[in-house]
T-cell receptor, first 116, second 113 residues
Framework: GAVVSQHPSRVICKSGTSVKIECRSLDFQATTMFWYRQFPKQSLMLMATSNEGSKATYEQGVEKDKFLINHASLTLSTLTVTSAHPEDSSFYIC????????????FGEGSWLTVV | QKEVEQDPGPLSVPEGAIVSLNCTYSNSAFQYFMWYRQYSRKGPELLMYTYSSGNKEDGRFTAQVDKSSKYISLFIRDSQPSDSATYLCAMRKGSNSGYALNFGKGTSLLVTP
């Protein structure tokens, strides 16, 4: 069964609005979750590492004020794209490391964001 | 130079063929190696997870790691049309460096009936 759940799977929003994407670890508690972005025909690029109870760690070039990450509990991390623009349209995927499986990384189903 | 190189393909093979997918990497700090399968508009699905050099087999899939050459491979035996997807290699450093993955670009595979 699924290890990671992501919601919504698809969202369309107007330019200038904000949208929130949820990532839930279903099987286990996850102190660390990861957010990736994937543009069409491109590979996954790590955006940030989400740490439960503390600030997220962002990769170089990712605007932390635009991509707000909240890891409020051991099973839930959220990514909020603020003041979205069409160039933010992409596939956003979260992942978790399962410690009991040698820190195997499992991915959610992804969320397609289209900004119009 | 990207840290992980992977030929994007596309690779087209007839059903039943043996498929060979490969990645090279430049960072000798990578210790854990994975292969993911990604269907269109879906999240990546873990296929194989290896640590040491050598072969690991799981059903029709065999993962091969050669750390001395910085080269990893995934072999698919008796390929099926349902194997048509993008295959991503991924790798990460030791646990002290966190668990973020470095991905190849992915190889698009088409298995024709």
């Amino acid at each position: 069964g699924a290890v990671v759940s992501q919601h919504p799977s698809r969202v369309i929003c107007k330019s200038g609005t904000s949208v929130k994407i949820e990532c839930r670890s279903l099987d286990f508690q996850a102190t660390t979750m990861f957010w990736y972005r994937q543009f069409p025909k491109q590979s996954l690029m790590l955006m940030a590492t989400s740490n439960e109870g503390s600030k997220a760690t962002y990769e170089q070039g990712v605007e932390k004020d635009k991509f707000l990450i909240n890891h409020a509990s051991l099973t839930l991390s959220t990514l909020t794209v603020t003041s979205a623009h069409p160039e933010d349209s992409s596939f956003y995927i979260c992942s978790v490391a399962k410690e009991s499986s040698g820190n195997t990384i499992y991915f959610g189903e992804g969320s397609w964001l289209t900004v119009v | 130079q990207k840290e992980v190189e992977q030929d994007p393909g596309p690779l087209s093979v007839p059903e039943g063929a043996i498929v060979s997918l490969n990645c090279t990497y430049s960072n000798s700090a990578f210790q854990y190696f994975m292969w993911y399968r990604q269907y269109s508009r879906k999240g990546p699905e873990l296929l194989m997870y290896t640590y040491s050099s050598g072969n690991k087999e799981d059903g029709r899939f065999t993962a091969q790691v050669d750390k001395s050459s910085k080269y990893i491979s995934l072999f698919i035996r008796d390929s099926q049309p349902s194997d048509s997807a993008t295959y991503l290699c991924a790798m990460r450093k030791g646990s002290n460096s966190g668990y973020a993955l470095n991905f190849g670009k992915g190889t698009s595979l088409l298995v024709t009936p």
